[in-house]
């Protein structure tokens, strides 16, 4: 299983300096992946924007969204920049889409969430070039596609339009779950081989607390839900080494560990946690 490990794009106090020097330590260090998150309504860095400004001071990481949210922008446009991505980067863009759970992120884009599902299906296709013959370039040959979600319609799109699944998190046993059911959806369309599964996890390996904080503010929309979502952050090596171990088992192909602070202390030690 490749370990990849994500951009601090969406914790508290990230600037230009730490995410280029985040990356280019990355790019050197044991892990297989950058990937970034996808909000609106918070203080965040748009995905696409954060991965071409990575793609020039990266050569060997694959740059990925886990996930963006596809809805949120028009189409074309979307097409247009992750295949721009993907062109800068050499060719290493995994393009992770979702519907997205947070709906104030629909209300602040001025975009009517209520056909979301119908609306990304659409753009799977599009992306895919089976709708404009990928008459918007750069090409998006090569372009590795994933789709997130928990619903029977989302593992449907990912079978149908996709080359494998984004899981949005939880203990190696829920990724087990829903890796199930995608492979489940991908032997229904008799497409041959299997998904390719992608999975992820938070790390607070330093400044404990802050992550915590993040945390809580990130997933206040769920409510209740956000307590179980700090009690999985990754607070110790040992920690980080038993999801590793737990998600490999589970089938997964590539696991990303996200940061909840914004110190490259934490990737420090994420990098001796994973390497050793």
């Given at each position: 299983m490749n370990v990849g490990v994500g951009l601090p794009t969406t914790t508290p106090g990230a600037d230009r300096t730490l995410v280029v020097e985040w990356a280019k330590r990355a790019d050197t260090g044991p892990f297989s992946s950058l990937a970034v998150l996808d909000r609106v309504a918070y203080d965040s860095y748009d995905p696409f924007t954060a991965l071409a400004a990575v793609a020039g001071v990266t050569d060997r990481v694959r740059l990925a969204t886990m996930i963006a949210v596809g809805p949120l922008r028009p189409t074309a446009l979307l097409a247009k920049e992750a295949a721009s991505v993907h062109a800068l980067s050499g060719g290493r863009l995994t393009l992770g889409l979702a519907i997205g759970a947070r709906l104030e992120d629909y209300e602040a884009a001025g975009v009517d969430h209520s056909e979301r599902g119908r609306r990304l299906s659409e753009q799977l296709a599009y992306v895919r070039g089976r709708v404009d013959e990928e008459r918007i370039g750069p090409s998006r040959d090569g372009i590795e596609l994933l789709?997130?979600?928990?619903?029977?319609?989302?593992?449907?799109?990912?079978?149908?339009?996709?080359?494998?699944?984004?899981?949005?998190?939880?203990?190696?046993?829920?990724?087990?779950?829903?890796?199930?059911?995608?492979?489940?959806?991908?032997?229904?369309?008799?497409?041959?081989?299997?998904?390719?599964?992608?999975?992820?996890?938070?790390?607070?390996?330093?400044?404990?607390?802050?992550?915590?904080?993040?945390?809580?503010?990130?997933?206040?929309?769920?409510?209740?839900?956000?307590?179980?979502?700090?009690?999985?952050?990754?607070?110790?090596?040992?920690?980080?080494?038993?999801?590793?171990?737990?998600?490999?088992?589970?089938?997964?192909?590539?696991?990303?560990?996200?940061?909840?602070?914004?110190d490259l202390s934490e990737l420090d030690r994420l990098t001796e946690a994973v390497a050793g």
């Open positions: 789709v997130g979600g928990a619903s029977g319609p989302a593992f449907a799109r990912m079978a149908r339009y996709a080359d494998g699944y984004a899981h949005g998190g939880g203990p190696p046993r829920a990724f087990a779950g829903a890796a199930a059911r995608a492979e489940a959806a991908w032997q229904d369309l008799g497409r041959p081989g299997r998904p390719r599964l992608w999975g992820q996890g938070y790390f607070a390996l330093g400044q404990v607390e802050q992550g915590h904080a993040y945390l809580r503010d990130y997933y206040a929309f769920t409510g209740p839900f956000a307590e179980r979502v700090v009690a999985a952050n990754l607070t110790s090596a040992r920690a980080v080494m038993d999801f590793v171990r737990g998600y490999e088992e589970a089938g997964c192909d590539e696991l990303v560990l996200f940061p909840t602070v914004s």
